[in-house]
């Protein structure tokens, strides 16, 4: 076992690769979504306003646009400048204020303003839709309340009318919309999958590759079970180790929810880094190629970030990807993150995910015998 390890330990030395590149990627990536989602959710969209009124009510409507974290207004005197704007990509929406709206307004006219969307930039577009359909709504609300009030309304009547239903709001596990920690959350997680499932089928192809292959499995006494289980040891620390300090960054410092065990949540990761080497395992086995089997593990990664069901819920996909998205362990990773951070749930919540991260540390048992088959009389070609 210590000839394997020191011999394992030697290749790193040899290839940095193995330990810069998850260490350089995960330091990076960490760095860049952290800071850039640094202020939780989006601020400061600007929007384009053309007042061709020029009351006290457009002017007003434009102070409460512009007041809004969400908004930056920028005004024009044309609508064609504004036009512009948007083309070239300096704003995310416009908003055209018609002539005479106020005095339309007063005499029960209903005027007509119209908005624009850059929905190309689609988060942009649909946040300044937000922001732009609340400050109108608002508007009209304000508009209301004053006429009913000049009717002599009571003010208890007068709410009734404008807001029949009052509602009462519940984000539950991100109540301050905080897109660092929506996404930060599974992006950084996914990111380490993909590095272990690629670091770990790079390992075994390149024994294959330079055909060193042979003399692993005779330090392993032919067995090519002790062969994995002692070589991938060093792997499993490291990433082991980056999955930990990274869970503990999230749920300490950035202090993203977290209602349940932070115990759990390194189990959790521990778990998902374990069940990436044992799919990385599987392609090597399946194909015992150095350059195809990296190709298809970076394929396979990174497609697992779309089917884990963060972005899109699971129960809205089609029957075939709701069933493929269980081929990956970021999948049972997330469901384990749902049932701990938000609900607390323990283990009465997440001991399913378990047992799925068991399906695949066994899932390699049946293509042992192919993968030492190429270990042993793979003609690996060399030119």
Known sequence: MKDIL??????????????????????????????????????????AVVDNDNSSLTRNFIRQLDA????????????????????????????????????????????TASFYLNTMYYVGGMMSYK???????????AVQRETMRAMGMAEDAIMAKIQPIVIDVHQIGNPTTDYNAYLSNILLPGLLELLTIIIVAYSLGTEIKYGTSEKLLEMSSGSIVKALTIKLIPYSIMFSVLGCTLVLVLYGPMGFHLDGSIWAMI????????ASEAFAVCIV???????????????????????????????QMPEFFRGMANMFPLRPYYNFYVQETIFASGF???WKEVLHYLVFFLAPLPLLPRLKNAFLYHNYRRD
Do not use: H
Request: charged fraction near 15%.
């Open 68 to 111: 809004t974290e969400l908004g930056k207004v920028i005004r024009y005197d044309d609508y064609s400048l504004a036009r512009e704007a948007m083309q070239t990509g300096k704003v995310t929406a416009i908003c055209v204020l018609p002539e005479n709206m106020y005095s339309d307004v007063l005499a029960g006219r209903k005027p």
């Open 285 to 315: 086995a399946l194909l015992p190629v150095c350059r195809l089997a990296v190709c298809i593990s970076a394929f396979l990664g990174i497609l697992a970030f779309s089917l884990s069901g963060f972005t899109v819920p699971l129960e």
């Open 131 to 141: 922001n732009i359909l609340t400050m109108f709504n608002l508007s009209v609300g």
């Open 348 to 350: 009465a919540g997440w």
């Open 6 to 47: 020191k011999r394992e330990l030697g290749l790193w030395k040899l290839r940095p690769v193995y330990v810069l590149a998850p260490l350089g990627a995960m330091l990076f990536c960490s760095l860049f979504f952290l800071t850039f989602f640094g202020k939780g959710a989006v601020q400061e969209l600007p929007i």
């Open 267 to 274: 189990l959790n990761i521990v778990l998902m880094v374990l």
